[in-house]
């Protein structure tokens, strides 16, 4: 079963020189549970077919489904509830806001949509799920990258644990604290039933995907369906 579904999607982007192909006629689909790892040199497009995922963008050509949900015909106001209600995002930069701790950085961006003792409640098992329980009540400058990183993930899950759109989320981060958020998830994969589309130009982020996309100048190579004929894994 699909959850992301592009189909002859493009995106070119007008400048004073002449137009920009960000990404050109892209087909890929990521089944329900999979890791799927978008690589390729700066410039290759990665952070644009994320974000046409995640409709913080919109294809010029071709069609994005999400959860069975055609972007494309969705207004912008449908597009943000659609993000707060079934997607999760994290990026290289968690944005955490310093003056708040940790739960409560969880809890700011759900507000809109729950009721605060609800919600410190779940950021608090969140929390715990990703390590950081005895973290709760610090503020990120009391946290090291890897730590803040975590937060940026419980965040992202608290309000839909269904598919997790993370562009470069270790590129601010060293060899042990990468190695720390990969095995954190891979464990929320196989936990949460997580299904994961993960930009990134880190070669050892991709070796824990289980298929791998590759941009070049916006045309992507190992796209496919990620299934075979016979139903089992490309």
């Known amino acids: 079963m699909s959850i992301v579904e592009l189909r002859g999607v493009s995106r070119v982007f007008p400048t004073d020189s002449g137009p920009v192909v960000a990404v050109h006629d892209v087909d890929l689909v990521v089944q329900v549970g999979e890791w799927v790892a978008i690589t390729g040199p700066s410039g290759s497009g990665k952070t644009t077919l994320l974000n046409l995922i995640a409709g913080l963008d919109r294809a010029s050509e071709g069609s994005v489904f999400v959860l069975g949900q055609n972007l494309d015909r969705l207004s912008e106001a449908e ?3 659609h993000r707060a209600q079934h997607l999760s995002l994290v990026f ?3 944005h955490l806001l310093p003056g708040l701790t940790a739960i409560e950085n969880v809890v700011a961006a759900r507000l809109p949509w729950g009721n605060t003792v609800d919600l410190e409640r779940r950021a608090r098992d969140m ?10 009540d610090f503020p990120p400058a009391r946290m090291s990258g890897g730590e803040r990183q975590r937060v940026g993930i419980a965040r992202a899950l608290l309000g839909a644990a269904g598919l997790l759109l993370a562009d470069e989320p270790t590129g601010n981060l060293d060899l042990d604290a990468t190695v720390g958020l990969l095995d954190l998830l891979t464990t929320l994969q196989s936990e949460m039933g997580l299904t994961l589309v993960v930009a990134t130009h880190d070669p050892l982020v991709a070796s824990r995907a289980d298929r791998v996309v590759h941009l070049t100048d916006g045309r992507a190579a190992g796209a496919g369906t990620g299934v075979d004929p016979d139903g089992g894994q490309e």
């Open 127 to 136: 929390l715990a799920r990703v390590g950081l329980g005895h973290r709760a």
């Open 79 to 81: 597009l943000t509830a």
């Open 92 to 94: 290289q930069d968690p």
